[in-house]
């Protein structure tokens, strides 16, 4: 089945330093999505990305669909404390009869102060 | 954003008793509802996808008879785990769309979560 591969699975890193984590498809799909979850709390939405090749950014959020559109990788630059959580990398099915939306399995982030 | 809610954000069940929960869009009409199972450390695995009026669709291996899904209405789905076992035990999630189903830009707004255990 439609398989999402995230890395690194988990990161431990010093506040203020730069993060990259990237996710790949073995399938092409044409939405990218990066959301983050904080514990015992439902995902919020990051950064959509909709064009091949898109670079995209919110805040100091940075995101890229990439060119052969089987992959992504998010950044994050500056890190503070509440950048803590788990991202994950979606993508939107749209060959079924509704969006579905299929998560990677996540990049468990922690900053330490 | 809009916002959904969930209720209730905890439950504690006996095995064999049956489980309710809402899922509610405040602010916006959602045409469209997903439910999610999410076990720790886990990702977010997508169980239905309910449409306004119409029944659930159910996402392969997933009991229908067990996870009854109604969508009465364009603000409210809910989900109802019977018969609940303790691997039932897990968080559960719902997201709303406000538009149809295929427009791609329709952000899908997911509630809080409910974390359900099963004693």
């Known amino acids: 089945g439609q398989q999402l591969n995230q890395s690194p699975q988990s990161m431990f890193i010093q506040e203020g330093e730069d993060v990259s984590m990237n996710c790949t498809s073995s399938?092409?799909?044409?939405?990218w999505l990066w959301y983050k979850q904080d514990p015992g709390e439902g995902p919020v939405l990051l950064i959509a990305?909709?064009?091949?090749?898109e670079l995209t950014s919110n805040g100091r959020l940075t995101a890229q669909f990439g060119i052969t559109r089987k992959d992504s990788f998010l950044n994050i630059s500056a890190s503070i404390p509440s950048d803590v959580g788990i991202y994950f990398c979606?993508?939107?099915?749209?060959?079924?009869?509704?969006?579905?939306?299929?998560f990677g399995p996540g990049t468990s982030l922690s900053v330490i102060p | 954003g809009a916002v959904v809610s969930q209720h209730p954000s905890r439950v504690i069940c006996k095995s064999g008793t049956s489980v309710k929960i809402e899922c509610r869009s405040l602010?916006?009409?959602?045409?469209?509802m997903f439910w999610y199972r999410q076990f720790p450390k886990k990702s977010l695995m997508l169980m239905a996808t309910?449409?306004?009026?119409?029944?659930?669709?159910?996402e392969q291996g997933v009991e229908k008879d067990k996870f009854l899904i109604n969508h009465a209405s364009l603000t409210l789905s809910t989900l109802t785990v019977t018969s609940a076992h303790p691997e039932d035990s897990s968080f559960y999630i719902c997201?709303?769309?406000?538009?149809?189903?295929?427009?791609?830009?329709?952000?899908?707004?997911f509630g809080p979560g409910t974390r359900l255990t099963v004693l």
């Open positions: 997201s709303a769309q406000s538009g149809l189903a295929g427009s791609i830009r329709d952000e899908q707004f």
């Open positions: 399938s092409i799909f044409n939405t």
């Open positions: 990305l909709y064009k091949a090749g």
């Open positions: 979606a993508v939107l099915d749209l060959k079924t009869s509704y969006d579905k939306v299929i």
């Open positions: 602010d916006f009409q959602a045409t469209t």
């Open positions: 309910s449409n306004e009026g119409s029944k659930a669709t159910y």
